[in-house]
């Protein structure tokens, strides 16, 4: 039983620093704006033109007639419901993970003996222990509730990238971590604690209630960090903490209260030990390595060029060593007992921390490592990356004349392309092109994952490069606009003065949505070729049948 837990365990908290799977399947609607006023227009400033080429497009027969017979593109009402199960999956394995932790653990036999005491008749003491459950959702949900009501959705959108909240969530990981790790203990002040516990000891449902606070109390120090991964961990919308909250306390309420009315379960756990304080050091070690990514988005999104890619796969790498040597037992922190043998799963989880940090040894010199691409920095911060010609740059060439082109960049090979809408939509017009449009962010992980596995596909690079006028536009990016160029947003309801904000605008007002990825296929018209628009989309031959569509489009109004 001890064995089965603890794999359980370690692959749900796998699953839940793992974003993909939510991320992927993130709602491309829940951050729609509202109907946009007529008399509002996006006004930029755009460059010069560059040289003018007379090519044409002429998509073949089979490339139309395969785009008139694809079968339509995820839309984004589609996935919404989708995304919600899966926020509810994870807060689901937040629970589970949260009940192996050395502050939850040790209190199921104080729980079952409260309700042992409490239980007149068989009957009472089942209602009793169902309201005790109610009251730990309760107590959490209200939390994601709260959470809600301060910041709201856009606002927790609009913070997702800013430079301030990410260093102050890597500061907070980076103190769990260390805390998971021993170095101190993370507690609420005690006189708040032994308030809560002798109010538990009152009769009726509010000694219940108080019984349910004082356990959410009390594991704070353990609950907190996964509460808080949980969150951030997923791209948040008006839902998604109330969602991961009640999830969260299902799982947990669930447990305690088949404990409080069938005490004789516990005679098949193991008993609370060493291996608890093994549950915390992986968690202090997994909290660590997640904090990094939060120090990355700001990095990438002010461009302070401290946390390049080959400096934090570096830090990876050592994590990741660490603990698989931790979990042989090599090494010993202060509250670990000692280990007189290495168990099978311990075994098993070190060889995976191994195999982990060798895989992410090439992506020192430009492997793309598609299996961690939405997670590390993308390889345009990279020095170099190792080629069959030698070492070559990461980043894509694009003319040092093209706007925001010192500090933006494409991450897959695009032969020639623009940072900025209005001068790619004049150069579109003098080569009588379509536009492709990919809305994209520093911190979109999902940008990074179609980055990697599908725009990368030789296939979908040629399409685009051979047709298409491609445009990279940076929604996130915090580089201060001219003073000439700032205006006021009525779609945003704020002033634009960055890069990333005057796009942000241009993407809600011309397509009602601030979502990233977002791919639109545009003629040269700004009339949109295929409706609605993509998002994420991982099967490569539709994402082909796609661009083929808009092609056979544009050449159809030609």
């Avoid at 304080?277 to 070690?285: C, T």
């Amino acid at each position: 039983m001890k064995k089965i837990s603890l794999l359980l365990f370690f692959v749900g908290i796998f699953l839940l620093i793992n974003p993909n799977q939510s991320i992927a399947l993130k709602p491309q609607a829940d951050t729609t704006a509202n109907a946009v006023p007529d008399d509002i227009q996006f006004t930029t400033v755009g460059s010069a033109e560059d040289s003018v080429a007379n090519s044409k497009v002429k998509p073949s027969e089979a490339a139309i007639d395969s785009a008139k017979t694809a079968t339509p593109t995820t839309t984004n009402t589609v996935t919404k419901p989708v995304s919600l199960w899966v926020t509810f999956g994870l807060g689901l394995l937040a629970g589970l993970a949260a009940f192996f932790l050395p502050c939850i653990f040790p209190m199921v036999p104080l729980t079952v003996g409260f309700f042992t005491k409490r239980a007149e008749s068989k009957g009472k003491g089942i209602r009793s222990a169902l309201i005790y459950g109610l009251s730990i959702i309760v107590i959490y949900v209200g939390l994601g509730v709260i959470i809600t009501l301060i910041w709201g959705a856009s606002a927790l959108n609009q913070i997702s990238t800013d430079g301030f909240f990410n260093i102050l969530i890597f500061l907070i990981l980076v103190i769990f971590g260390v805390s998971f790790l021993g170095a101190f203990e993370i507690t609420l002040p005690s006189s708040f604690v032994n308030k809560l516990d002798a109010k538990s000891d009152s009769k009726g449902l509010s000694g219940i209630f108080f019984m349910a606070a004082t356990l959410a109390v009390v594991s704070f120090s353990c609950t907190g960090p996964l509460i808080g991964t949980s969150l951030v961990a997923i791209n948040t919308d008006l839902w998604t903490p109330v969602v991961v909250m009640f999830g969260f306390s299902l799982s947990l309420a669930i447990i305690f209260t088949l404990f409080a009315i069938f005490p004789s379960l516990m005679t098949g756990l193991p008993k609370s030990g060493g291996w608890l304080n093994s549950v915390k050091v992986v968690l202090g070690f997994l909290e660590l390595g997640l904090a990094l990514k939060f120090l990355s988005t700001a990095d990438l999104s002010y461009h302070w060029g401290i946390l390049d890619r080959e400096i934090f796969l570096a830090i990876w790498i050592v994590l990741a060593i660490l603990l698989g040597v931790y979990l042989l037992g090599k090494i010993k922190f202060s509250h670990d007992s000692d280990l007189p043998y290495v168990s099978i799963p311990r075994l098993f989880l070190s060889i995976a921390c191994f195999v982990f940090a060798f895989y992410l040894i090439p992506g020192l010199w430009g492997a793309p490592l598609k299996a961690v691409s939405s997670l590390v920095p993308p390889r345009s911060t990279q020095d170099f990356v190792l080629s069959e010609g030698g070492t070559v740059g990461a980043k894509t060439e694009v003319s040092s004349k093209k706007k925001y082109s010192d500090f933006l960049s494409f991450e897959y090979k695009i032969t020639d392309g623009f940072f900025d809408y209005e001068e790619a939509l004049a150069y579109a017009k003098s080569v009588n092109k379509p536009l492709f449009l990919d809305f994209t962010g520093h911190g979109c992980v999902n940008c990074r994952e179609m980055e990697a596995k599908v725009l990368s596909d030789p296939r979908v690079l040629k399409i685009i490069n051979d047709n298409y006028v491609a445009v990279a536009i940076y929604t996130d990016d915090k580089t201060d606009l001219p003073e000439h160029e700032q205006f006021d947003s009525k779609v945003l309801k704020r002033k634009v003065n960055t890069v990333g904000l005057k796009f942000q605008h241009l993407q809600a007002d011309k397509f009602q949505t601030v979502s990233q990825p977002y791919y639109v296929l545009l003629g040269n018209d700004e009339k949109e070729l295929v409706s609605p628009p993509i998002g994420v989309e991982y099967d490569i031959d539709k994402y082909i049948a796609y661009l083929n569509k808009g092609l056979a489009e544009f050449a159809i109004k030609k």
